[in-house]
């Protein structure tokens, strides 16, 4: 399909002084797009040019519409010498190629240089003419739409949901491919830029390819990762799960299937809640199959941990030849597929039948060097080991399907560890074949599956259970059987039910390990891999308990490997389900009972334990209804047995005191104290603090038991790096600086946000990384939303409504950035060098600090700041268009660290531009918000002796247009004019 792309250089302004003579600019414009190169006219002596430029076209394959970034260079004429380079504009031309999509790119983008930030901006207009073709064989796949939400997209409806599409590509990282040359610093970073953006645009037209030939029109949960492997190369990689969507009408795409979930869950009195998960087994199947021992093809698979219920559910007598059924039919929809992972961690009802429990897979492989850019094998083959070993375990738990499935690497020198989790689950095959069901099987699975606790109920035998399990009878249908924890990847269904609110339970530790090299490093990182996800999951279970809940959802672990240490994060949402059964509470038990001051201490910390049991259960609201033992079912037949975690207990001290039944009539966990290390970790549960007065956090889209949400919302970006200790450091040590460093940031962010309360802190967002010797870096992306607690506070607010604006002025200093309290559009300043001092000091959190104005042409009226939040909706606000995907990676290198405000003041810095250049892309695209943002990478690296420092950014989101339910009222929904012509400054500072 033969197109031709337009591009028009309009204007520049504050652009930076390049002649000292003179204090100003004689800029010009490069704009390039493959092989081809146009030259605006030099306009002299202007920090703000008018260059008017006519039409620049490029006659171009569409294929190299989609791999091709448009570039545009600004660069000071010299007449004597080399020209100086301002800085740089990459524009994708990909959402261009949409049929729906935006006809016209037009607006002012902020020129970034790698070194010295943004410049000034450029006032672009870029067009696409498609001409029609209908060749078979073409190589592009334009028409694909691309979406970052892990759930189907507002005003969408899946026809069918296809299934896994991944695909990655490998090339030589210019960083170290001339690492041997005389460069500037710009230069590399530069080519490393355009090298990853080029890699990106191919990335995305293959998988849109494969998209195509599952007859397919959209990629729905695509993330996108950058592997910098040094020395070995760069790999770009990808995944997602194509689907068929259709466009709702304008009536329909206000129905509740586009709502944001505030107003749906107003109806029900119970709260909806995600699904469910399962308890780490070790009987699952240990694959210890080894590599070749070349160093070059060195790698050790490590024992996979299955996540699963303690408890487990058949289909009763009646049920069984339906479950047979079901399972055939959804088998037959899902055989064809090597792979049948979703990436969507939010349903359509009924998609979700049961659900089996987590599954996860690591493996830790040597690097070696990318030889031939056009030959990936070798890391393809590392990921289809991981996927094979994924599938084997979902399929040993009696499910064919993965979903909320995701994939991430950690890498350190040649070392490099490939991690994948999902949810196993059974599905309605009637979402994954083109309407060949027939109707009576969806009614059945209806009738068999009652609503709200269907997909608790387990898929697999329990006769012949891969685990040992606790099984209890459903406490909603009390006709199936389910298990007492429950954990999964995935988001809340909405179907679910849940009793009292959610909470952010995180597991966190640190181990040492002896610095080694090659081969004998990868060995000691897979030997420690499986203990530590063992004592990860303990954790998670201990803090679960401790809280009164019995489901984790939403999980994510992390494992991060450094030169000398390997750290685990752990992030999930706790909710109770109430077809779960009451926890039971957790009692502590000592090995020395002759002892009387031990077991008065032990007596004491069990006295803490209950204490904080209750106190949780009042604070989550947890208060489940009572149901007598006859009610709920017979017995089970199996001898049940208590959970003994954090160390194996000898038969020899069997005997345990009764543990008060006020907790539930359920088994108790039992912590066994043999140790220090034991007496540490139950201190470590007691100082585990629940947020303060007026917060809740999860890390899933919707709070459970929260739905009275305003429209007020505030994004922010946090990244702290850290010396986790500095002489002699222990495990003790260092996991306790780890867990300081993660709590007091959370209460950094609950100090910034005080005036916001009662608020919620969603969709938060934990990465770790190790860039050396004890020295971690977390960054943290979350959402704050407000809400309503009940009519009488909403009655008050107005009159203190002057109180609190007074007292976020009197705080600003203290809160390091502003707060938007009203959703009205706020008064904004243009940057200047004044304010940069202050700005230095503060921590990035940065969403009210850099604004992008935009002002249609013509008028001066103001336009509300481009939007930005992690969740998929807008609360308050319906969701009109997706304008494409917005997809950016950004390096930036200071040589004056100390002069730039040290690390906080550098990060800051770039992370508040990122913000500025996201905004203004969504802005000229015509839109007013970007949905699902999401920084998926910050690498950041430091050289303190020589003051030099460099960070490495990769975000993503989906670009959109909302219109507020306020205004829907009152006028009916148009799709925009032509885009805005942003005239603010893109360095604008929140006052």
């Given at each position: 399909?033969?197109?031709?792309?337009?591009?028009?250089?309009?204007?520049?302004?504050?652009?930076?002084?390049?002649?000292?003579?003179?204090?100003l600019?004689?800029?010009?414009?490069?704009?390039?797009?493959?092989?081809?190169?146009?030259?605006?006219?030099?306009?002299?002596?202007?920090?703000?040019?008018?260059?008017?430029?006519?039409?620049?076209?490029?006659?171009?394959?569409?294929?190299?519409?989609?791999?091709?970034?448009?570039?545009?260079?600004?660069?000071?004429?010299?007449?004597?010498?080399?020209?100086?380079?301002?800085?740089?504009?990459?524009?994708?031309?990909?959402?261009?190629l949409?049929?729906?999509?935006?006809?016209v790119?037009?607006?002012?983008?902020?020129?970034?240089?790698?070194?010295?930030?943004?410049?000034?901006e450029?006032?672009?207009?870029?067009?696409?003419?498609?001409?029609?073709?209908?060749?078979?064989?073409?190589?592009?796949?334009?028409?694909?739409?691309?979406?970052?939400?892990?759930?189907?997209?507002?005003c969408?409806?899946?026809?069918?949901?296809?299934?896994?599409?991944?695909?990655?590509?490998?090339?030589?990282?210019?960083?170290?491919?001339?690492?041997?040359?005389?460069?500037?610093?710009?230069?590399?970073?530069?080519?490393?830029?355009?090298?990853?953006?080029l890699?990106?645009?191919?990335?995305?037209?293959?998988?849109?390819?494969?998209?195509?030939?599952?007859?397919?029109?959209?990629?729905?949960?695509?993330?996108?990762?950058?592997?910098?492997?040094?020395?070995?190369?760069?790999?770009?990689?990808?995944?997602?799960?194509?689907?068929?969507?259709?466009?709702l009408?304008?009536?329909?795409?206000f129905?509740?299937?586009?709502?944001?979930?505030s107003?749906?869950?107003?109806?029900?009195?119970?709260?909806?809640?995600?699904?469910?998960?399962?308890?780490?087994?070790?009987?699952?199947?240990i694959?210890?199959?080894?590599?070749?021992?070349?160093?070059?093809?060195?790698?050790?698979?490590?024992?996979?941990?299955?996540?699963?219920?303690?408890?487990?559910g058949?289909?009763?007598?009646?049920?069984?030849?339906?479950?047979?059924?079901?399972?055939?039919?959804?088998?037959?929809?899902?055989?064809?597929?090597?792979?049948?992972?979703?990436?969507?961690?939010?349903?359509?009802?009924?998609?979700?039948?049961?659900?089996?429990?987590?599954?996860?897979?690591?493996?830790?492989?040597?690097?070696?060097?990318?030889?031939n850019?056009?030959?990936?094998?070798?890391?393809?083959?590392?990921?289809?080991?991981?996927?094979?070993?994924?599938?084997?375990?979902?399929?040993?738990?009696?499910?064919?399907?993965?979903?909320?499935?995701?994939?991430?690497?950690?890498?350190?020198?040649?070392?490099?560890?490939?991690?994948?989790?999902?949810?196993?689950?059974?599905?309605?095959?009637?979402?994954?074949?083109?309407?060949?069901?027939?109707?009576?099987?969806?009614?059945?699975?209806?009738?068999?599956?009652?609503?709200?606790?269907?997909?608790?109920?387990?898929?697999?035998?329990?006769?012949?259970?891969?685990?040992?399990?606790?099984?209890?009878?459903?406490?909603?249908?009390?006709?199936?059987?389910?298990?007492?924890?429950?954990?999964?990847?995935?988001?809340?269904?909405?179907?679910?039910?849940?009793?009292?609110?959610?909470?952010?339970?995180?597991?966190?530790?640190?181990?040492?390990?002896?610095?080694?090299?090659?081969?004998?490093?990868?060995?000691?990182?897979?030997?420690?891999?499986?203990?530590?996800?063992y004592?990860?999951?303990?954790?998670?279970?201990?803090?679960?308990?401790?809280r009164?809940?019995?489901?984790?959802?939403?999980?994510?672990?992390?494992?991060?490997?450094?030169?000398?240490?390997?750290?685990?994060?752990?992030?999930?949402?706790?909710?109770?389900?109430?077809?779960?059964?009451?926890?039971?509470?957790?009692?502590?038990?000592?090995k020395?009972?002759?002892?009387?001051?031990?077991?008065?201490?032990?007596?004491?910390?069990?006295?803490?334990?209950?204490?904080?049991?209750?106190?949780?259960?009042?604070?989550?609201?947890?208060?489940?209804?009572?149901?007598?033992?006859?009610?709920?079912?017979?017995?089970?037949?199996?001898?049940?047995?208590?959970?003994?975690?954090?160390?194996?207990?000898?038969?020899?001290?069997?005997?345990?005191?009764?543990?008060?039944?006020?907790?539930?009539?359920?088994?108790?966990?039992?912590?066994?104290?043999?140790?220090?290390?034991?007496?540490?970790d139950?201190h470590?549960?007691?100082?585990?603090?629940?947020?303060?007065?007026?917060?809740?956090?999860?890390?899933?889209?919707?709070?459970?038991?929260?739905?009275?949400?305003?429209?007020?919302?505030?994004?922010?970006?946090?990244?702290?790096?850290?010396?986790?200790?500095?002489?002699?450091?222990?495990?003790q040590?260092?996991?306790?600086?780890?867990?300081?460093?993660?709590?007091?940031?959370?209460?950094?962010?609950?100090?910034?946000l005080?005036?916001?309360?009662?608020?919620?802190?969603?969709?938060?967002?934990?990465?770790?990384?190790?860039?050396?010797?004890?020295?971690?870096?977390?960054?943290?992306?979350?959402?704050?939303?407000?809400?309503?607690?009940?009519?009488?506070?909403?009655?008050?607010?107005?009159?203190?409504?002057?109180s609190?604006?007074?007292?976020?002025?009197?705080?600003?200093?203290?809160?390091?950035?502003?707060?938007?309290?009203?959703?009205?559009?706020?008064?904004?300043?243009?940057?200047?060098?004044?304010?940069?001092?202050?700005?230095?000091?503060?921590?990035?959190?940065?969403?009210?600090?850099?604004?992008?104005?935009?002002?249609?042409?013509?008028t001066?009226?103001?336009?509300?700041?481009?939007?930005?939040?992690?969740?998929?909706?807008?609360?308050?606000?319906?969701?009109?268009?997706?304008?494409?995907?917005?997809?950016?990676?950004?390096?930036?290198?200071?040589?004056?660290?100390?002069?730039?405000?040290?690390?906080?003041?550098?990060?800051?810095?770039?992370?508040a531009?990122?913000?500025?250049?996201?905004?203004?892309?969504?802005?000229a695209?015509?839109?007013?918000?970007?949905?699902?943002?999401?920084?998926?990478?910050?690498?950041?690296?430091?050289?303190?002796?020589?003051?030099?420092?460099?960070?490495?950014?990769?975000?993503?989101?989906?670009?959109?247009?909302?219109?507020?339910?306020?205004?829907?009222?009152?006028?009916?929904?148009?799709?925009?004019?032509?885009?805005?012509?942003?005239?603010?400054s893109?360095?604008?500072?929140?006052?």
């Open positions: 399909m033969p197109g031709k792309l337009k591009v028009k250089i309009v204007a520049g302004r504050h652009l930076p002084v390049m002649d000292r003579a003179s204090d600019t004689d800029a010009f414009v490069e704009v390039k797009f493959g092989n081809t190169t146009f030259k605006t006219d030099v306009y002299p002596k202007s920090l703000n040019p008018q260059w008017n430029s006519e039409w620049f076209k490029f006659e171009v394959d569409d294929e190299e519409l989609q791999d091709e970034p448009l570039q545009i260079t600004v660069l000071d004429h010299d007449t004597y010498s080399a020209n100086d380079a301002i800085g740089k504009v990459y524009i994708d031309i990909d959402p261009l949409y049929s729906e999509a935006a006809t790119i037009s607006g002012w983008f902020p020129i970034y240089d790698t070194i010295h930030g943004i410049r000034g450029i006032n672009v207009v870029v067009k696409v003419d498609l001409f029609n073709d209908l060749n078979r064989f073409r190589q592009s796949s334009c028409g694909v739409k691309f979406f970052c939400t892990t759930s189907i997209p507002k969408y409806r899946a026809v069918v949901i296809h299934g896994f599409v991944e695909e990655l590509v490998v090339n030589e990282d210019p960083e170290y491919q001339w690492i041997d040359r005389i460069r500037t610093p710009r230069a590399s970073n530069e080519a490393r830029q355009r090298l990853i953006s890699m990106s645009g191919e990335l995305q037209r293959k998988i849109g390819l494969k998209v195509l030939e599952m007859r397919g029109n959209a990629v729905v949960g695509y993330l996108q990762c950058f592997d910098l492997e040094g020395e070995s190369g760069l790999v770009v990689r990808a995944i997602g799960t194509a689907c068929t969507l259709d466009k009408s304008n009536t329909s795409a129905l509740p299937a586009c709502n944001s979930p107003k749906e869950m107003k109806e029900s009195p119970l709260v909806h809640a995600p699904s469910h998960g399962c308890r780490s087994t070790h009987n699952s199947p694959h210890t199959a080894t590599g070749s021992r070349l160093t070059q093809n060195f790698s050790v698979s490590v024992p996979t941990l299955i996540y699963t219920g303690m408890g487990s058949s289909a009763g007598k009646e049920g069984g030849p339906f479950k047979t059924l079901l399972r055939q039919q959804t088998q037959s929809a899902l055989e064809q597929r090597e792979f049948p992972f979703f990436t969507l961690t939010t349903f359509p009802p009924g998609f979700l039948v049961h659900v089996g429990g987590v599954v996860s897979a690591r493996s830790v492989k040597l690097l070696d060097r990318i030889h850019p056009d030959e990936p094998e070798t890391r393809d083959a590392w990921w289809a080991e991981i996927r094979q070993e994924i599938k084997s375990h979902a399929k040993a738990l009696g499910c064919h399907a993965v979903v909320g499935y995701s994939e991430s690497t950690s890498i350190c020198e040649e070392v490099c560890i490939l991690s994948a989790s999902g949810t196993a689950a059974v599905l309605n095959p009637r979402f994954l074949q083109d309407g060949t069901m027939e109707g009576c099987l969806e009614q059945r699975i209806e009738e068999a599956s009652p609503p709200g606790c269907g997909f608790c109920h387990i898929p697999y035998d329990e006769l012949n259970m891969p685990f040992p399990a606790h099984l209890t009878y459903c406490y909603n249908c009390r006709k199936q059987k389910v298990p007492d924890v429950l954990f999964t990847t995935i988001d809340l269904p909405v179907e679910a039910i849940v009793v009292g609110k959610g909470c952010l339970i995180q597991a966190r530790l640190c181990r040492l390990k002896k610095k080694a090299q090659a081969e004998a490093n990868a060995t000691s990182i897979s030997n420690l891999l499986p203990f530590m996800e004592e990860v999951h303990t954790q998670l279970m201990n803090k679960l308990k401790l009164g809940m019995n489901a984790l959802f939403g999980l994510r672990i992390q494992i991060t490997v450094g030169e000398n240490m390997l750290m685990g994060l752990a992030s999930a949402t706790g909710v109770y389900l109430a077809a779960l059964p009451t926890p039971g509470g957790i009692q502590i038990a000592g020395t009972p002759n002892d009387g001051t031990y077991e008065q201490h032990i007596s004491h910390m069990q006295k803490k334990i209950n204490d904080t049991i209750a106190k949780n259960k009042e604070l989550y609201e947890i208060n489940p209804p009572e149901l007598p033992e006859e009610i709920i079912g017979s017995p089970i037949p199996e001898p049940r047995q208590r959970s003994r975690l954090l160390r194996s207990q000898s038969e020899s001290s069997d005997e345990v005191t009764e543990l008060d039944l006020s907790h539930g009539k359920k088994d108790a966990f039992v912590l066994e104290i043999d140790d220090t290390d034991a007496m540490e139950v470590s549960l007691l100082t585990d603090v629940p947020p303060p007065s007026g917060f809740y956090s999860c890390n899933t889209e919707i709070m459970p038991g929260i739905n009275n949400w305003t429209p007020e919302i505030q994004m922010f970006t946090a990244v702290r790096v850290s010396r986790l200790s500095n002489i002699n450091p222990t495990n040590t260092l996991n306790k600086n780890f867990n300081d460093l993660c709590e007091n940031l959370l209460k950094s962010l609950y100090f910034k005080r005036s916001m309360v009662p608020c919620c802190l969603c969709h938060v967002n934990f990465t770790v990384a190790l860039p050396e010797d004890e020295l971690v870096q977390i960054a943290v992306t979350a959402v704050a939303i407000t809400y309503d607690k009940n009519q009488a506070l909403q009655a008050n607010k107005a009159p203190t409504e002057k609190q604006q007074r007292a976020s002025t009197d705080n600003e200093e203290q809160l390091q950035f502003p707060l938007e309290l009203s959703s009205d559009p706020l008064s904004s300043q243009p940057f200047s060098p004044a304010k940069a001092t202050s700005l230095e000091k503060a921590s990035p959190l940065a969403e009210g600090y850099l604004r992008h104005r935009s002002v249609p042409s013509g001066n009226s103001t336009v509300s700041v481009v939007k930005m939040t992690p969740l998929s909706f807008l609360p308050g606000a319906k969701i009109t268009k997706y304008l494409g995907i917005i997809n950016m990676f950004f390096i930036r290198e200071t040589t004056s660290l100390r002069e730039e405000g040290g690390v906080s003041g550098f990060l800051h810095a770039f992370i531009e990122v913000f500025a250049m996201v905004r203004a892309h969504v802005a695209l015509g839109g007013n918000a970007v949905v699902s943002y999401i920084m998926k990478q910050c690498v950041f690296m430091e050289n303190p002796n020589k003051n030099q420092a460099q960070c490495l950014i990769n975000v993503s989101g989906d670009a959109v247009i909302f219109v507020r339910e306020s205004e829907l009222e009152v006028l009916p929904v148009q799709p925009p004019a032509a885009a805005p012509q942003p005239t603010g893109a360095g604008d500072v929140t006052t």
